[in-house]
């Protein structure tokens, strides 16, 4: 995957969760350290994982393997901060032409996704490559540096996604239907391992 780079936003405080969800355990690794581990494996250059609160806990946990580690130190201040921290961060290694954003909470991202993701935008054209499921669109997301400095400016709770919504013409999808599974509470957590239990997934 030449010159893209990955951001894992890892910066909330789960408080839906009512622990560091980003350290819970799911096939003998914690959420962050795979999502960490399929973008290493992907050969995105830079990955950076963006965190915030919890931060010092996190460090502790996790393997960098390659990659880079970054606090958002407005992290309170809503996602858009840690995107923002995230982009300013990968754009000091050098030259990029893409970045995609990803989230430490999806237990079914790969590196195949984000491969995949990449060669869509190859194939396409496309400056925009988001993932579809559950009808919505989302995370893991591509942009190319077209929209680096749009992302620069985010405020808010709302992220990228207004980019997207402005931007639907240069938008292609890849379908990614286990991308509404992501850990929010403990009862989603407790729905993934039922259903791995199962044999389901």
């Not at 780079?5 to 355990?25: E, Y």
């Not at 808010?156 to 938008?171: M, P, R, T, V």
Request: glycine fraction near 8%; include cysteine; proline fraction near 2%.
């Amino acid at each position: 995957m030449n010159k893209t780079g990955i951001i894992i936003l890892a910066a909330g405080n789960s408080s839906r969760f009512g622990s560091t969800k980003q350290l819970v355990h799911y096939n003998n690794k914690t959420l962050l350290q795979h999502a960490i581990d399929e973008a290493v494996l992907a050969g995105a250059n830079p990955v950076i994982i963006v965190t915030g609160a919890n931060a010092g806990e996190i460090s502790k946990e996790i393997r960098l393997d390659g990659a880079r580690m970054v606090w958002n130190a407005n992290w309170q201040q809503g996602m858009a901060s840690s995107i923002v921290t995230g982009i300013r961060e990968a754009i000091r290694y050098g030259k990029i032409d893409q970045i995609i954003i990803t989230v430490s909470d999806q237990p079914f991202v790969s590196s195949s996704l984000f491969k995949k993701l990449y060669q869509t935008q190859k194939d396409s054209g496309k400056t925009i490559i988001a993932c579809a499921y559950a009808d919505t669109i989302g995370t893991p997301v591509l942009f190319t540096d077209k929209y680096f400095e749009a992302i620069l400016s985010l405020q808010g709770e709302q992220g990228a996604k207004k980019i997207l919504q402005a931007n639907q013409e240069h938008l292609a999808v890849v379908e990614f239907p286990e991308g509404q599974i992501d850990i929010d509470t403990p009862a989603d957590f407790e729905n993934l391992l039922a259903k791995k239990n199962s044999n389901n997934i």
